[in-house]
């Protein structure tokens, strides 16, 4: 027989043509091919490469052989067509309604992206062709997850059964509604060329949607809540109080609970064997076990290399300095003076004019004026300087006072033969030549006011200085041949340029140009001395990089050995065996690779030893435990590669990481990964030796004894808890006293908490006032809404509604009764104080307040409340229509998924 070979060379142009068509087919079909289905794909493929093998086994050559070739070719496509049909793929879920495999999970979610597809494709039409923004948010119809594909599975179901149909009108009217009526017959055209779909396609996709949607809308359960239940809700958030409470916590009655029989303790046991705790009620256990993990880990301590390293020397202290002092050791005083914010920077005397910030000159409208207080005796006032009262008296009495007016240093270089405006208004005791009956007037109620700070009514905003040494400061004299004013006659008389201002120097005119004081910069070196303690931080700086140095240096070795060993103990064990379908192959291998696992740990430990490097092995903990435990440092330590971040995002501690990944019936192998403590610097490189899923455990496994005998007591002792409460409480009440302190106390002394009379005797304490619900203070994310939440009340353990009804509904102004902690692990006895609004009048005034809220507006944090209680009943609703269709979902095909 001719080489095919030969035959092909022969007929390249015959056989080509099916050749490419056959090409073209596989990568059409496979185009729309993934993972979950290649396996579905696998029987065309088949059926293709079998019409190759017809033509070849023929033996017919040219166009008969071609023919024969693609005869067979068309055959094998049709039955790989056909065989998805044959063979619908593995279950994702199975229901009493029928099962949803691989390929009715992909149809309907094609069928839910055709419609998605359609539907933005045609609200945008319909918004280019209006012209106008759009009035809502674009519809659509959810993402095609396998839950959202199995609940649609689900409402489907309930459709048929309420007989919903949907024919081409309903969906059309859905169109025009999702459109705002814009949509025009081009703009339906270009939508439906966008989904490169046929028309009756993506009606039966709409059509298929809107069943769903529609036995939704019939069954799901409505939330309008009635205005009894927003009355409740607001009352919550606004009717406040504080309370009285003794306390009585259950632990002080343990020792009151009878031991228990093992017939009682495996009864308890079967009762919440399945639940986790609290699963069951508020307080109640819980002995399913929640997913646990074990850790083998070695530990380079940073406090041991810190004592093995070398301390620096001398030398090495001097050397880094030098290295360093521009970018460590730089004088933060330094070069002060130099900078461009306190260069010229000039500080009003508190003696001086007004603060003027912003270079109004004090003609603004006098909000930031700021003037200064009487002069103190024995500090007498400096001459030529203008109090900033007199500033403010210049700028509401003086005419000429105006953006053109001039300064307080512009005012010196006046004529002397004019009197200058600002001259006019100075002087708080005797008046000099130019000034006005109206500034005696001021000066006289400035000396009747001593007492009294000159400071006016407004913010203040400036700087103030204090004298080093006030008591060595001498007056400055005015040379106006008359003796210096006493402090009764106004210690901030200030004479006129007239009289004085030839006989001043320059420099005494600028300081006296309005009242400033200069900043002088100190002479400061550039550097830090290199003293004894700075010596010590280098020290200290240099043995600790060492420090660290030597535990990268350790951890790195580690995790080289450590993947070496899993390389040789694991090497002769079979991983794929683990999961075979053959018991004794597969239990075969699982002694192996327990084996095996034990050597590792084995020689990880002796490397430890030889390297002085701690090694630990944890037990099998939960999340919390390895998170909490202060056994495990290694918990809360860090991938090192993320310390960088100096945000601390995506800073995955290690217990965050070991719980992240499931692998589907334990651990297989043993990844070596490396962490640090952030806190004191220590390495760690591990194993996670272990990992068990959640599940209900057996009565005799070890520590499910001690677990349910530590419940037993604790649920027994809360019972015990609650009675006394209640007694204290009602012994309280038929005393009839006013406080709660009285009405606990008895001729014999005051109760105490389990009625022992040489027991711990209860306290009474008050709350601060609270209410039931309060507005959240953690910072939200997004559009920022305001949220209400519990409030708890200060100073009491973690309380829920049990509580809250009773110190709010139960229970009135005054009254006294009992009440549990939301764990029941304490009780308290409670007196309702000083509840607001507690009479008619007030109680009027709320409900008005109420009649004017707007619950439903997006921004009101009730809205977020009756939202959440929204989600929460259709979660519920969900649960319930799983729970009739009795689903079961094939975990490893939805991983899959």
Same mark, same amino acid.
């Given at each position: 027989?001719?080489?095919?070979?030969?035959?092909?060379?022969?007929?390249?142009?015959?056989?080509?043509?099916?050749?490419?068509?056959?090409?073209?087919?596989?990568?059409?079909?496979?185009?729309?091919?993934?993972?979950?289905?290649?396996?579905?794909?696998?029987?065309?493929?088949?059926?293709?490469?079998? @019409?190759?093998?017809?033509?070849?086994?023929?033996?017919?050559?040219?166009?008969?052989?071609?023919?024969? @070739?693609?005869?067979?070719?068309?055959?094998?496509?049709?039955?790989?067509?056909?065989?998805?049909?044959?063979?619908?793929?593995?279950?994702?879920?199975?229901?009493?309604?029928?099962?949803?495999?691989?390929?009715?999970?992909?149809?309907?979610?094609?069928?839910?992206?055709?419609?998605?597809?359609?539907?933005?494709?045609?609200?945008?039409?319909?918004?280019?062709?209006? @012209?106008?923004?759009?009035?809502?948010?674009?519809?659509?119809?959810?993402?095609?997850?396998?839950?959202?594909?199995?609940?649609?599975?689900?409402?489907?179901?309930?459709?048929?059964?309420?007989?919903?149909?949907?024919?081409?009108?309903?969906?059309?009217?859905?169109?025009? #509604?999702?459109?705002?009526?814009?949509?025009?017959?081009?703009?339906?055209?270009?939508?439906?060329?966008?989904?490169?779909?046929?028309?009756?396609?993506?009606?039966?996709?709409?059509?298929?949607?809107?069943?769903?949607?529609?036995?939704?809308?019939?069954?799901?359960?409505?939330? *309008?809540?009635?205005?009894?239940?927003?009355?409740?809700?607001?009352?919550?958030?606004?009717?406040?109080?504080?309370?009285?409470?003794?306390?009585?916590?259950?632990?002080?009655?343990?020792?009151?609970?009878?031991?228990?029989?093992?017939?009682?303790?495996?009864?308890?046991?079967?009762?919440?064997?399945?639940?986790?705790?609290?699963?069951?009620?508020?307080?109640?256990?819980?002995?399913?076990?929640?997913?646990?993990?074990?850790?083998?880990?070695?530990?380079?301590?940073?406090?041991?290399?810190?004592?093995?390293?070398?301390?620096?020397?001398?030398?090495?202290?001097?050397?880094?300095? /030098?290295?360093?002092? #521009?970018?460590?050791?730089?004088?933060?005083?330094?070069?002060?003076?130099? *900078?461009?914010?306190?260069?010229?920077?000039?500080?009003?005397?508190?003696?001086?004019?007004?603060?003027?910030?912003?270079?109004?000159?004090?003609?603004?409208?006098?909000?930031?004026?700021?003037?200064?207080?009487?002069?103190?005796?024995?500090?007498?006032?400096?001459?030529?300087?203008?109090?900033?009262?007199?500033?403010?008296?210049?700028?509401?009495?003086?005419?000429?006072?105006?953006?053109?007016?001039?300064?307080?240093?512009?005012?010196?270089?006046?004529?002397?033969?004019?009197?200058?405006?600002?001259?006019?208004? $100075?002087?708080?005791?005797?008046?000099?030549? @130019?000034?006005?009956?109206?500034?005696?007037?001021?000066?006289?109620?400035?000396?009747?006011?001593?007492?009294?700070?000159?400071?006016?009514?407004?913010?203040?905003?400036?700087?103030?200085?204090?004298?080093?040494?006030?008591?060595?400061?001498?007056?400055?004299?005015?040379?106006?041949?008359?003796?210096?004013?006493?402090?009764?006659?106004?210690?901030?008389?200030?004479?006129?340029? /007239?009289?004085?201002?030839?006989?001043?120097?320059?420099? #005494?005119?600028?300081?006296?140009?309005?009242?400033?004081?200069?900043?002088?910069?100190?002479?400061?070196?550039?550097?830090?001395?290199?003293?004894?303690?700075?010596?010590?931080?280098?020290?200290? $700086?240099?043995?600790?990089?060492?420090?660290?140095?030597?535990?990268?240096?350790?951890?790195?070795?580690?995790?080289?050995?450590?993947?070496?060993?899993?390389?040789?103990?694991?090497?002769?064990?079979?991983?794929?065996?683990?999961?075979?379908?053959?018991?004794?192959?597969?239990?075969?291998?699982?002694?192996?690779?327990?084996?095996?696992?034990?050597?590792?740990?084995?020689?990880?430990?002796?490397?430890?030893?030889?390297?002085?490097?701690?090694?630990?092995?944890?037990?099998?903990?939960?999340?919390?435990?390895?998170?909490?435990?202060?056994?495990?440092?290694?918990?809360?330590?860090?991938?090192?590669?993320?310390?960088?971040?100096?945000?601390?995002?995506?800073?995955?501690?290690?217990?965050?990481?070991?719980?992240?990944?499931?692998?589907?019936?334990?651990?297989?192998?043993?990844?070596?990964?490396?962490?640090?403590?952030?806190?004191?610097?220590?390495?760690?490189?591990?194993?996670?030796?272990?990992?068990?899923?959640?599940?209900?455990?057996?009565?005799?496994?070890?520590?499910?004894?001690?677990?349910?005998?530590?419940?037993?007591?604790?649920?027994?002792?809360?019972?015990?808890?609650?009675?006394?409460?209640?007694?204290?409480? #009602?012994?309280?009440?038929?005393?009839?006293?006013?406080?709660?302190?009285?009405?606990?106390?008895?001729?014999?002394?005051?109760?105490?908490?389990?009625?022992?009379?040489?027991?711990?005797?209860?306290?009474?304490?008050?709350?601060?006032?609270?209410?039931?619900?309060?507005?959240?203070?953690?910072?939200?994310?997004?559009?920022?809404?305001?949220?209400?939440?519990?409030?708890?009340?200060?100073?009491?353990?973690?309380?829920?509604?049990?509580?809250?009804?009773?110190?709010?509904?139960?229970?009135?102004?005054?009254?006294?009764?009992?009440?549990?902690?939301?764990?029941?692990?304490?009780?308290?006895?409670?007196?309702?104080?000083?509840?607001?609004?507690?009479?008619?009048?007030?109680?009027?005034?709320?409900?008005?307040?109420?009649?004017?809220?707007?619950?439903?507006?997006?921004?009101?944090?009730?809205?977020?409340?009756?939202?959440?209680?929204?989600?929460?009943?259709?979660?519920?609703?969900?649960?319930?229509?799983?729970?009739?269709?009795?689903?079961?979902?094939?975990?490893?095909?939805?991983?899959?998924?």
């Amino acid at each position: 027989m001719s080489s095919p070979f030969d035959i092909f060379r022969k007929n390249t142009k015959t056989l080509m043509v099916p050749l490419i068509g056959l090409s073209m087919f596989a990568f059409v079909v496979f185009g729309f091919s993934d993972p979950s289905t290649i396996g579905n794909m696998m029987p065309l493929v088949a059926a293709l490469m079998l @019409g190759a093998a017809l033509w070849f086994l023929s033996g017919k050559s040219g166009w008969e052989g071609a023919a024969i @070739g693609t005869v067979g070719a068309i055959l094998g496509a049709s039955i790989g067509i056909f065989m998805p049909y044959l063979n619908p793929g593995q279950v994702v879920a199975s229901t009493n309604a029928g099962s949803l495999t691989f390929n009715e999970m992909d149809r309907l979610g094609r069928q839910r992206s055709l419609a998605n597809a359609f539907l933005i494709s045609a609200q945008r039409q319909a918004i280019e062709e209006s @012209g106008e923004e759009p009035r809502t948010r674009m519809q659509q119809f959810g993402e095609p997850t396998p839950d959202a594909m199995l609940n649609h599975f689900l409402l489907t179901k309930e459709a048929e059964r309420l007989g919903i149909q949907v024919d081409d009108r309903a969906v059309l009217d859905f169109i025009k #509604e999702a459109t705002q009526n814009d949509l025009t017959s081009d703009g339906y055209r270009k939508a439906l060329k966008a989904t490169r779909a046929a028309e009756s396609e993506v009606f039966d996709a709409l059509r298929s949607e809107l069943r769903a949607r529609w036995a939704a809308y019939v069954l799901s359960p409505s939330v *309008s809540p009635t205005p009894g239940e927003l009355w409740t809700l607001f009352k919550r958030a606004n009717v406040r109080e504080s309370l009285a409470i003794a306390e009585l916590p259950a632990a002080a009655f343990r020792d009151d609970v009878p031991e228990p029989t093992e017939e009682e303790l495996r009864q308890f046991f079967e009762q919440y064997r399945a639940a986790r705790p609290g699963q069951l009620g508020p307080g109640e256990p819980g002995f399913r076990q929640d997913r646990k993990v074990q850790l083998v880990y070695l530990e380079a301590d940073y406090l041991t290399a810190l004592d093995q390293v070398e301390a620096p020397t001398e030398k090495e202290v001097k050397a880094f300095y /030098e290295e360093n002092k #521009e970018t460590l050791f730089r004088n933060p005083a330094f070069g002060r003076e130099e *900078s461009d914010l306190l260069k010229d920077l000039t500080i009003p005397s508190l003696d001086g004019p007004a603060f003027d910030p912003f270079g109004t000159g004090g003609t603004g409208s006098g909000s930031d004026t700021v003037t200064a207080p009487p002069a103190e005796a024995g500090r007498p006032a400096e001459a030529e300087e203008q109090t900033g009262q007199d500033a403010a008296e210049e700028s509401t009495e003086t005419p000429e006072s105006s953006e053109g007016a001039p300064s307080s240093s512009e005012s010196d270089e006046t004529d002397s033969g004019e009197a200058d405006p600002s001259d006019a208004a $100075s002087g708080d005791g005797e008046s000099g030549d @130019g000034e006005s009956p109206e500034a005696d007037e001021e000066a006289g109620d400035a000396e009747e006011s001593d007492a009294q700070s000159s400071l006016p009514l407004q913010s203040f905003n400036g700087f103030a200085f204090l004298q080093d040494d006030p008591d060595s400061a001498e007056p400055l004299e005015a040379d106006t041949g008359e003796e210096p004013a006493s402090a009764d006659e106004g210690s901030d008389e200030n004479t006129s340029d /007239e009289e004085s201002g030839d006989e001043k120097s320059d420099e #005494e005119k600028g300081d006296e140009s309005g009242s400033e004081m200069k900043i002088e910069p100190k002479d400061v070196p550039k550097f830090r001395e290199l003293n004894e303690e700075l010596r010590e931080e280098i020290r200290k $700086s240099l043995k600790r990089e060492r420090a660290f140095e030597v535990l990268d240096e350790k951890i790195e070795a580690a995790e080289k050995q450590m993947k070496a060993i899993t390389d040789n103990t694991f090497a002769d064990v079979s991983i794929g065996e683990l999961d075979a379908e053959d018991p004794d192959v597969k239990a075969a291998a699982k002694e192996a690779w327990d084996q095996a696992a034990r050597e590792a740990v084995r020689k990880l430990r002796e490397y430890a030893t030889e390297q002085n490097l701690n090694f630990a092995t944890t037990k099998l903990v939960t999340f919390r435990d390895l998170v909490e435990s202060e056994e495990y440092p290694i918990g809360l330590a860090v991938d090192p590669q993320s310390q960088s971040d100096p945000f601390g995002r995506n800073l995955n501690n290690v217990a965050t990481q070991v719980f992240q990944d499931r692998p589907d019936g334990g651990v297989r192998i043993l990844i070596t990964q490396v962490a640090e403590d952030p806190t004191e610097g220590s390495r760690f490189a591990f194993w996670k030796l272990d990992d068990r899923d959640a599940y209900v455990p057996d009565y005799d496994e070890e520590g499910i004894v001690e677990q349910v005998t530590e419940a037993w007591y604790a649920v027994k002792s809360s019972e015990l808890a609650r009675e006394r409460a209640e007694a204290v409480a #009602e012994a309280a009440r038929e005393s009839g006293k006013e406080s709660l302190e009285e009405a606990l106390a008895t001729d014999s002394g005051p109760m105490t908490v389990t009625g022992d009379k040489e027991g711990e005797a209860l306290t009474v304490r008050t709350t601060p006032p609270f209410t039931w619900l309060r507005q959240s203070t953690a910072p939200t994310f997004g559009l920022n809404l305001p949220v209400l939440e519990p409030s708890q009340v200060p100073g009491l353990e973690p309380v829920g509604p049990d509580f809250m009804d009773t110190v709010f509904e139960e229970l009135g102004d005054g009254e006294i009764g009992s009440a549990p902690s939301l764990d029941r692990s304490t009780y308290y006895v409670v007196k309702v104080l000083d509840r607001s609004p507690n009479n008619a009048g007030d109680m009027e005034a709320l409900r008005q307040e109420f009649m004017n809220e707007n619950f439903f507006q997006f921004m009101s944090p009730y809205a977020g409340i009756l939202r959440s209680e929204r989600q929460n009943l259709m979660v519920r609703w969900q649960a319930d229509l799983a729970e009739k269709y009795d689903v079961q979902w094939n975990e490893a095909a939805r991983q899959q998924r």
